[in-house]
């Protein structure tokens, strides 16, 4: 008996070193101490048979042996999990330095829509209402409520699209349809200063070349109100585009012509490329042209329900496009619409 208790103890230290998980662990543990046929538990059935004195030694010797094979099993059994553990933490982990994949496609907002919501909200900002209007458009709106008279050069000048056979009607040539729409508006039987800004799309009949096309997006403003004077036209546009371009722009004024106002001017921005040195942008003049801009026109007010000899205004309007332009340095400006994502994927 003796002998064999130690030979399953010798049989068993053997095994137990050639297991390598918790497979093998377990069918060791069947094999030696399954109730019903393992080794060692037959050794214990053995027991019973033995008489009284060699029972209790035998007994002894069993439950010594028992607990040491216990205390292996269970030093191997701590050691195939630990090993289990750093398998898992080699094999689960992430490398955060690999790049995502697939590349994940993601739409983004033109850039034109972009310069124009930033618009939009700076003017917000400054307590400006947002509007919006027809683009198809009485004749009346786009050009006689706004002080230019029948015949006038200045209605070519815009290279207007008119509806066939119906003059009075064409597509708006520029966003100032909405200066005396929006001061009937909200005048309040003109009693009432208001702060209006509107962009949208405005359409000419323009050759198509690098810096023209028939369709494009204007950003225009006006502030009617009691006192209004050039200072604060200048110093309104200043602080939109400031809120564009997010840092202070430096701008100068020519003299400019449109029927809407009076005095009308050009406005230039100092080239933010070069900072006035010249540049490509700026085609090495050190400016860029910007805008129009001017004080309203008595007959424009009067048109839009207020008394000229009470009231004043400051309008100006201005090409997205160009802003964009500025912002991006882009010189051609097919680019915009012409839906290459080449182009447009680098926003
Ligand atoms: N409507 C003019 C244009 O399209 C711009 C402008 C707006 C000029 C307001 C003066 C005042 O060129």
Request: hydrophobic share 35%.
């Amino acid at each position: 008996m003796k002998d064999e208790l130690k030979k399953i103890q010798e049989e068993f230290k053997k095994q137990l070193k050639e297991v390598a998980d918790f497979a093998g662990l377990s069918d060791l543990e069947q094999k030696f101490f399954s109730r019903k046929s393992g080794e060692f538990t037959n050794i214990m059935k053995g027991l019973r048979q033995l008489t009284d004195d060699v029972k209790k030694e035998m007994g002894q010797k069993a439950n010594e042996v028992k607990k040491d094979l216990e205390g292996l099993f269970e030093s191997k059994r701590e050691e195939i999990q630990a090993k289990e553990m750093a398998n898992l933490t080699e094999r689960e982990a992430i490398d955060v330095t690999q790049p995502l994949l697939p590349k994940k496609e993601r739409g983004h907002l033109h850039p034109i829509t972009l310069a124009q919501e930033k618009m939009e909200d700076v003017a917000a900002n400054m307590g400006f209402i947002i509007e919006d209007g027809p683009e198809l458009e009485s004749d009346y709106y786009v050009f006689g409520a706004l002080n230019f008279p029948d015949d006038h050069p200045a209605r070519e000048s815009m290279d207007t699209f008119y509806v066939l056979e119906n003059e009075d009607w064409c597509m708006r040539a520029h966003v100032s349809n909405m200066q005396v729409r929006l001061m009937r508006k909200y005048n309040e039987g003109g009693t009432k200063a208001v702060r209006a800004a509107y962009p949208g799309k405005v359409y000419r009949n323009e050759a198509l070349d690098a810096t023209h096309e028939h369709t494009f997006h204007q950003f225009e403003a006006f502030v009617v109100d009691k006192t209004i004077n050039i200072g604060n036209l200048v110093a309104v546009i200043k602080q939109l585009l400031k809120g564009l371009y997010n840092r202070d722009v430096e701008v100068r004024l020519r003299p400019g012509y449109f029927p809407f106002v009076e005095p009308g001017f050009e406005m230039d921005m100092k080239c933010l490329f070069c900072m006035g040195k010249g540049c490509r942008v700026c085609k090495n003049i050190g400016w860029v042209e910007m805008l129009g801009c001017g004080l309203m026109h008595p007959n424009v007010l009067k048109e839009g329900g207020y008394d000229p000899n009470e009231w004043s205004g400051l309008a100006f309007g201005m090409g997205l496009t160009r802003l964009a332009m500025m912002r991006y340095s882009i010189e051609d400006i097919r680019h915009f619409m012409s839906g290459d994502l080449r182009f447009l994927e680098q926003f």
